[in-house]
């Protein structure tokens, strides 16, 4: 026997123990599963009418759902429609009912989240706790330093990608295939199909806590592919937003080429050419963010101007209408909380011209 033969057996056996202790479709059966996930669920929410009705008889419509899913009845309901426009771009959320969200939280909190989490990588972020933009703003920080060590110099260039209408591209079927190497109970895979089915026939929705998962993993196979074919070593992903660095445009026009190739033939995905760009490392933009990688090896991060203008008009405007303060403090600390990750004394500066008596109340 070779070293290859033990190896394939120890992964063989590895593989088996982690299927063998996967959580399976009894958690979503056990009443206490459901009941913490509806009180997760409601959180924020509990003025909603909706909301409170499922919580007036909150006992019986979890044994309601029990009993449905073990007669495997369907759970989806059709959904609640709305629109949100963000910097003039209009989006459609997809908010799902009170009844389908416990259920969906269930799934994907006790069942789907421990399956799949192990098979990420660490640089890969969105939707996870602790696993928000701030990290992998920190993991692109912690690369930038870790390329100038090894270079002693700040000429290079990073790789950043975006993926055109990422959520409405994600095939159901290439998914579903991803999601039955990993998932072994059947009737898991029945649940998460209707759920999926509910959609479009491509395309996920925004506003579900198991489409915002799907999305993170449908990229994984990518993730694998250019850290261990490409060798690619300052690598980092939230959710559809990927850089890479390196000392050579060539190179990293060469990993474009790989990578556009795996998106549009494994993954059906398409690459935008406009958001997608070769910059140099003592300027770019990532994530809301432009970084600045100096001749002594100083990280600089600056807020996005565009946004700190939007933020400082939407304030006043505000003010104009002259808002109570129960409602203005909160809006400060957040933005002071964002402004924190950032070089951003000047935004500071000039907020504290605008904000006022409010900048100290909300110290």
């Known amino acids: 026997m070779t070293s290859e033969d033990r190896r394939e057996l120890r992964y063989q056996r590895r593989k088996a123990e982690k299927i063998k202790d996967q959580p399976d479709f009894s958690e979503l059966l056990k009443p206490e599963n459901l009941y913490n996930s509806y009180k997760?669920?409601?959180?924020?929410?509990?003025?909603?009418?909706?909301?409170?009705?499922?919580?007036?008889?909150?006992?019986?419509?979890?044994?309601?759902?029990?009993?449905?899913?073990?007669?495997?009845?369907?759970?989806?309901?059709?959904?609640?429609?709305?629109?949100?426009?963000?910097?003039?771009?209009?989006?459609?959320?997809?908010?799902?009912?009170?009844?389908?969200?416990?259920?969906?939280?269930?799934?994907?909190?006790?069942?789907?989240?421990?399956?799949?989490?192990?098979?990420?990588?660490?640089?890969?972020?969105?939707?996870?706790?602790?696993?928000?933009?701030?990290?992998?703003?920190?993991?692109?920080?912690?690369?930038?330093?870790?390329?100038?060590?090894?270079?002693?110099?700040?000429?290079?260039?990073?790789?950043?990608?975006?993926?055109?209408?990422?959520?409405?591209?994600?095939?159901?079927?290439?998914?579903?295939?991803?999601?039955?190497?990993?998932?072994?109970?059947?009737?898991?895979?029945?649940?998460?199909?209707?759920?999926?089915?509910?959609?479009?026939?491509?395309g996920l929705g925004l506003g579900s806590q198991i489409s915002q998962l799907c999305a993170l993993f449908y990229i994984s196979s990518l993730d694998h592919f250019v850290k261990e074919k490409l060798r690619v070593k300052y690598y980092g992903r939230y959710m559809d937003d990927c850089y890479l660095i390196s000392d050579s445009k060539e190179e990293l026009k060469y990993w474009l080429k790989e990578i556009r190739k795996f998106s549009e033939s494994i993954l059906g995905l398409t690459i935008s050419s406009r958001k997608t760009t070769i910059q140099k490392l003592t300027n770019f933009k990532f994530i809301k963010g432009h970084y600045c990688l100096t001749s002594t090896g100083k990280i600089k991060v600056f807020p996005d101007r565009k946004t700190f203008l939007r933020f400082k008009h939407k304030f006043v405007k505000m003010l104009k209408m002259k808002y109570s303060e129960e409602i203005l403090l909160p809006v400060i600390q957040s933005w002071k909380g964002h402004l924190k990750y950032f070089n951003s004394w000047k935004e500071k500066r000039a907020m504290s011209k605008v904000l006022g008596t409010y900048l100290i109340k909300s110290s």
């Open 40 to 202: 997760l669920c409601r959180k924020g929410t509990s003025w909603k009418a909706a909301v409170q009705r499922y919580g007036k008889h909150c006992i019986r419509n979890i044994f309601a759902s029990i009993e449905k899913l073990k007669k495997g009845e369907p759970i989806t309901e059709p959904f609640n429609l709305f629109e949100v426009q963000e910097r003039g771009r209009i989006r459609v959320v997809m908010s799902v009912r009170i009844k389908e969200r416990v259920v969906q939280k269930t799934l994907h909190d006790y069942i789907l989240f421990p399956i799949l989490k192990p098979t990420l990588i660490s640089d890969s972020g969105a939707c996870i706790k602790g696993k928000g933009i701030s990290f992998t703003r920190k993991r692109l920080k912690e690369h930038l330093r870790r390329f100038y060590r090894k270079t002693g110099n700040n000429e290079g260039y990073v790789l950043c990608i975006d993926y055109s209408n990422y959520f409405g591209s994600i095939r159901h079927d290439v998914l579903l295939e991803f999601l039955s190497k990993k998932i072994r109970d059947e009737r898991t895979l029945k649940l998460v199909k209707e759920i999926l089915d509910n959609y479009k026939e491509i």
